[in-house]
Each structure stands twice: as C-alpha cells, then as structure tokens.
C-alpha cells in the first residue's frame, strides 16, 4: 500500500490563456513538497527537523504571478534546454554555427535564455510504480526555441520513494530531428534550517568532489581548466561550514560560491565519464553517485544528493538582494545543488559533451534527495 499521496489544484493560474496546475506530494514521515506545470517548478519542499516540526525549507515565489513576474533567481525551476552559461551564447555542430539570446548580462546565454524551459507551461500527469509515485511533466521544444536547433522533447518527473524518505528528479530528453546541446537541472534554494531569514553561513557541506572548473570573474565562464581543491577554499572534500567557502570566494562577482564542482566518482581512472541512459532507466542505483550532504546543526535536518551528472553547480544565493528587508529573497539566505553538465560544455571539447543527436539513446538523468534528522 503507497504511503504517498498527491493532491492536485487545477486553479493555480493561467498563463497565455493555459490554465497551470499545482500538485503538493506528500508521504507518511512528513516530508512534502509542491510543483507547478509553469516551468516544472518545485515552489515548496518541507521537512521535520529533529523534534518533528514540519517546516519549509525552500526559497520560492508562490504565486503565478510572482513567478511570470520576477524573471531571475529561477527559484525551483527545471533550467534548460541548456542550464548554466554558454560563453557569448555561440557553439557549433558539425560546423554550423549557432547564436543563442544574451540573457546574461548581455555578454552570455544563461539557462536556456530569458524565455527558457522555466517559462513554459507543461503538461503534467500523476504516475506510480511498484515503489514510488509522483508526477511526471512534459514539454515539447520547437525548433528554434530560443534559437536552439532541433525539436526536442523534454520529460521531467518528482517521484517519491515507497521504501526511503526520499524524492528523486528525473531529466530526459529526445531529440527529434537535427542534432542540439541538452543540459537540465533544477535550480531549488534550500535553506534547511526552516528559518527562511536565516543565512546559511552555519550549514555544512560535504562534496564528493575533489576538483572544480574555474571560472573567469565577474561572467563566471570556464577557463577550461579542471583543478584540484584541494589547499584551497573550494574544498569540501571533509565536512566543514560553508561560511569557509562563502567567505572567501568571490562568484560571478559577488561574494560566494558559484562553481561547478566535479564529482569524483563519475569519471574512470582514465578520466572517461561513466553513464548509460539506458542502463540508469532499467536500473536506478546503475550510475547513482554520492554527490552532496547538507546539514543544519541547529534544526537536525540533512539532505543527502545522489546522482548521476559528471558535475554540481553550487550556488549560494549571491546574487540575491542585500537589503534585509527582502527577506527572505537575501543573499546567502539558500543555495542551490543543480546537477548538471559543466558549463560552456559545447565550447570545450575536454569536458564531457552535451551533444544530442536523433540516433543517440535519448538524454536521462537522475537526482535523488534523502531526507534525515541528526
């Protein structure tokens, strides 16, 4: 018997005359959390800390309007069809030259572009297996969309576990009929002490990772390297306070980490990425790696990440306002975990490709969030 339930509100607004959606999913330890079809966005998880009290422990907006309106932070959102940045928004295949909107800054493509992935309205069904059930969203990208080449199809599902206080995301991506560049993620700000006007500074952090990609300073875009953390700030290799790293790395300008770090264990003694789509599909624990642990001392509660992208982009909410009286939208205040490819992939050819074709098996990956008290 399915210790899950999932609730769906059709009156959560309407977007250029399609109506969106709300589901809250939700399961017997009193682990919780609501997606909207309007950019497959994840706008509230809550979790019990150490003494049971259920709170939330994400940044987001909550209304349609809210979303539609302040365009920026991507609080929640599926990022795509290629999440972080791509250096002057240009990338070729097979010699074709293609130029993608400026929306960062108006020096380089972020997320997809202004009217990416998490501007669309999706459709949406509940599914159910024999050990979890959720909601699956789905979105068919045009050609030329945002001017990327290709249709391409796009799937997204949150699936809570039957057995583990846990959900997992799952990306995938067909493309139909020109070759494009895919990279998904989710773009969630957690703040685990469920005090949203608290700052982060005092959580721990735990990643699998002992090298990054530097990036250049103030555009945040690769500089092709892959360096080891190791002597310095960016290493989380053993549990240590994010105030280490916050305050003493500057990202993308702005005081705080956001880098892409590169997970250990996806990559063999040959520095070749280890995944299989086809195998993660038929066997979720295939390519399933330890990835992050956050902790909050004070409320107890710990989210552990596993998944199977080659890299994490770890945001720390730098870019959000200074004043205190935007709270709780104040920087430092979440950050974010986005699993993914590393950026400016399509622009290095020593990083792992995000190069999709109508032969290839089609683009699936996983991200799973265990939830506990400590």
């Known amino acids: 018997m399915s210790t899950i339930t999932i609730s769906k509100d059709g009156s959560f607004g309407v977007h250029e005359g399609q109506r969106v959606s709300k589901y809250v999913i939700s399961n017997a330890s009193g682990l919780s959390l609501s997606v909207v079809e309007y950019g497959a966005t994840v706008i509230c998880v809550s979790a019990p800390d150490k003494d ?26 599926l990022a795509g069809r290629y999440a972080n940045r791509i250096k002057a928004g240009k990338f070729e295949i097979d010699g074709e030259s293609f130029q993608l909107n ?9 997320h997809g ?10 459709s949406s069904r509940i599914v159910e297996t024999d050990n979890e059930k959720g909601v699956e969203f789905v979105y068919l990208s045009p050609d030329g969309d945002e001017l990327y080449p290709g249709t391409l199809e796009v799937t997204f599902s949150v699936m809570f576990s039957n057995i583990a206080n846990e959900f997992t995301f799952s990306f995938g991506a067909k493309a139909l009929d020109r070759p494009t560049v895919v ?5 969630t700000y957690w703040n ?10 005092d959580h721990t952090l735990h ?14 875009i690769p500089t092709g390297e892959i360096a080891p953390v190791r002597d310095t700030p960016f290493d989380f290799t053993t549990v240590k306070k994010l105030s280490e790293g916050i305050l003493q790395i500057e990202g993308g300008g702005q005081q705080g980490i956001d880098h892409c770090f590169v997970v250990t264990t996806a990559f063999d003694e040959s520095g070749t990425y280890r995944h299989n789509p086809a195998l993660q599909k038929v066997d ?18 710990c989210m552990t990440v596993h998944g199977t992208q080659p890299g994490v982009q770890v945001y720390t909410a730098n870019f959000l306002s200074k004043d205190p009286a935007a709270h709780p939208f104040v920087q430092h205040n979440g950050m974010c975990l986005e699993t993914n490819h590393f950026p400016d992939s399509p622009n290095n050819p020593n990083f792992p490709s995000t190069l999709l074709r109508p032969t290839d098996e089609p683009y699936f990956h996983q991200t799973v969030h265990t939830f506990s008290v400590v």
């Open 183 to 187: 990279n998904l993620t989710n773009h």
């Open 284 to 301: 979720k624990k295939a390519f399933l790696r330890h990835i992050a642990t956050v902790m909050d001392p004070v409320s107890g509660r």
């Open 207 to 220: 990643l699998s990772c002992d090298h990054y990609i530097p990036v250049t300073t103030p555009a945040a």
């Open 102 to 110: 400026l929306n960062n800054n108006g020096i380089n493509h972020l």
């Open 52 to 77: 049971g009290i259920c709170e939330e422990i994400t940044l987001n907006y909550k209304s349609l309007d809210e979303l539609v309106a302040k365009y920026g932070p991507h609080f929640g959102c």
């Open 113 to 122: 572009g202004r009217f990416g992935f998490d501007t669309k309205v999706w």
């Open 192 to 201: 685990l002490s469920g005090d949203l006007r608290a700052k982060i500074l």
